[in-house]
């Protein structure tokens, strides 16, 4: 009896670490718990946050930023020692992690490229991605500046600019849920949009 109980969590256990969909689970809870949880779940992950913003959209909506300490993020991206993030809350639920390398001297030259989004996202969530297929991109009006969201898998989609002779970020990189990049992953297409058609992201 022992040594089934014993099988049986050892079971639990992988299914924690892989994210698998077996018995109901969501592999968006493989690793560690960041969208949809508290600031207080958030801060066992990433410590007590250092500034707190609450400003409220023009629809009424009321969202709440706060910023964490990023010294282990420089360690993932050394040659940009002045990276941030910072996560987005509403009705006190994460609703988007974000990355910004506005700050660095040569933020010109970070492209957010494939590599670094999958570098971003095991540092949120402390896995590897299953995929990176791209989503949605959509052509500004500028020819050098497009805006991207790709499937990184598990539920969780990044949103991007580039632009710039460098093609480097603009603004920040986002992570956010989406039904659309749970899997099966095969069933992801992308989708070309004009300039005034709208990318439909929280």
């Known amino acids: 009896m022992q040594l089934r109980?014993?099988?049986?969590?050892?079971r639990i256990a992988i299914i924690g670490v892989t994210g698998i969909f077996v018995l109901g689970i969501n592999p968006a809870l493989a690793g560690r718990a960041v969208l949809n949880q508290s600031p207080a779940t958030i801060e066992k992950s990433f410590g007590r946050y250092w500034t707190?913003?609450?400003?409220?959209?023009p629809d009424g909506l009321t969202r709440v930023t706060y910023t964490y300490n990023p010294s282990k993020l420089h360690r993932v991206f050394p040659s940009y020692p002045k990276a941030k993030f910072f996560v987005n809350f509403?009705?006190?639920?994460?609703q988007s992690i974000h990355l910004t390398m506005d700050d660095n001297e040569n933020a010109q030259e970070f492209t957010y490229s494939a590599s670094d989004a999958a570098k971003f996202f095991e540092f949120i969530?402390?896995?590897?991605?299953?995929i990176h297929q791209p989503l949605f991109d959509r052509f500004t009006g500028n020819e050098t500046i497009h805006d991207h969201v790709?499937?990184?898998?598990?539920g969780v989609?990044?949103?991007y600019t580039i632009g710039g002779a460098n093609q480097f970020l603009l603004g920040d990189a986002k992570l956010y849920y989406?039904?659309?990049c749970e899997p099966p992953y095969?069933?992801?297409?992308?989708t070309h949009l004009n300039p005034n058609q709208s990318i439909p992201i929280p």
């Open 186 to 190: 095969d069933r992801i297409q992308q």
């Open 150 to 154: 790709d499937c990184l898998g598990d």
């Open 125 to 130: 969530f402390g896995y590897r991605p299953a």
């Open 178 to 180: 989406t039904q659309r």
């Open 52 to 57: 707190k913003l609450t400003h409220r959209d």
């Open 157 to 159: 989609a990044t949103a």
């Open 5 to 10: 109980r014993m099988q049986f969590w050892f």
């Open 90 to 94: 509403v009705d006190d639920r994460a």
